[in-house]
């Protein structure tokens, strides 16, 4: 798939919340706005983990690349689709195409093993996972000019260049993330689930008793964005564009450390919301930049 990413400011699609009449799986309403603190969105949870999507190693040789997407010349995104064809010259079209090289589920299930964010940090001059996916989001033409670090992008591409490190692929669950999930609900006497993807237009009920891990793999679509269990003891959330996820718990059912045993991020305080990569204040003061 072909996709032009002109440069804007980061947004989030949302559903306008009655936190007094419903839950947010009730209300349809499973990923929060991007200033609302998340512990407040998903008040009827005790914790809520942001958890990042790993990079991975191939054990075979792949093709020599490590990102999701390419960017490519508007001559060629003409070739490929011709809704190109009403966009003109501008100078300030970038048009980011899916990298045919990238590895397949199957591939990765067969061939990879995870890398973390914290090897990629503690080996590059990158100092914590809000550049890193400063970095990330750049990679794939997500922020404005103003916000785009291009400095940080060029230190992580030299780090997964020279050890062969590919990239997540953002906005959806990955092979592994996929696993680990149907490894902690199995675990947790978790029997049926129910996904939706983005705008809730398809929802899906699935008996892991009827699975193995692999088959789940398979079940969950790249525009699956909500997991969750009928008795609301844990969601995972995801959105588009982005290299991070929610996991919000019941510590009831799920202790925090299980979930720090399987997944890599960080717990969320009373601060943390969708935009926790930026300090307070930070975008508006790139953006007003002259």
């Known amino acids: 798939m072909t996709r032009v990413l002109f440069p804007q400011k980061i947004i989030h699609k949302y559903v306008t ?5 419903m839950s947010e799986i009730e209300n349809k309403n499973l990923y929060p706005d991007e200033e609302i603190s998340v512990l407040k969105h998903y008040s009827e949870f ?9 990079f991975f190693r191939l ?11 390419k960017i490519i010349s ?9 809704i190109f064809e009403k966009i003109g010259n501008h100078s300030n079209v970038t048009v980011y195409s899916s990298n045919e090289c990238y590895p397949t589920d199957e591939e990765i299930s067969q061939n990879g093993n995870k890398v973390t964010w914290k090897e990629i940090i503690l080996n590059t001059n990158l100092n914590n996972n809000k550049e890193l996916n400063k970095a990330l989001m ?5 922020f404005k000019k103003k916000l785009q670090r291009e400095d ?3 230190v992580l591409n030299q780090y997964s260049d020279k050890n062969k490190v590919w990239h997540p ?18 675990l947790n006497g978790i029997r049926e689930i129910d996904v939706e993807d983005e705008f809730y237009e398809n929802k899906k009920t699935i008996n892991l008793n009827e699975l193995t891990n692999g088959e789940f793999c398979d079940k969950i679509d790249f525009n699956d964005y909500y997991i969750y269990d009928k008795n609301k003891s844990i969601l995972f959330a995801i959105s588009w564009d982005y290299f991070f996820f929610f996991i919000a718990i019941n510590e009831r059912v799920f202790s ?8 890599e991020g960080f717990w969320a305080d009373e601060k943390c919301n969708h935009l926790w990569t930026w300090e307070e204040g930070e975008i508006e003061r790139l953006l007003s930049k002259k």
Do not use: M, W
């Open 256 to 263: 925090k450390q299980s979930i720090e045993i399987s997944f």
């Open 17 to 21: 919340t009655n936190y007094a009449k």
């Open 46 to 54: 005790d914790s809520v983990y942001v958890g990042l999507l790993p």
């Open 169 to 186: 692929t953002e906005g959806t669950f990955d092979f592994f993330t996929k696993s680990l999930i149907y490894e902690i609900l199995t």
């Open 152 to 154: 940080l992008l060029k």
């Open 138 to 142: 750049t990679s794939i033409g997500a």
């Open 74 to 82: 508007i001559e060629h995104a003409r070739e490929k689709d011709e």
């Open 59 to 69: 054990d075979k040789k792949h093709c020599d690349t490590n990102s999701s997407k």
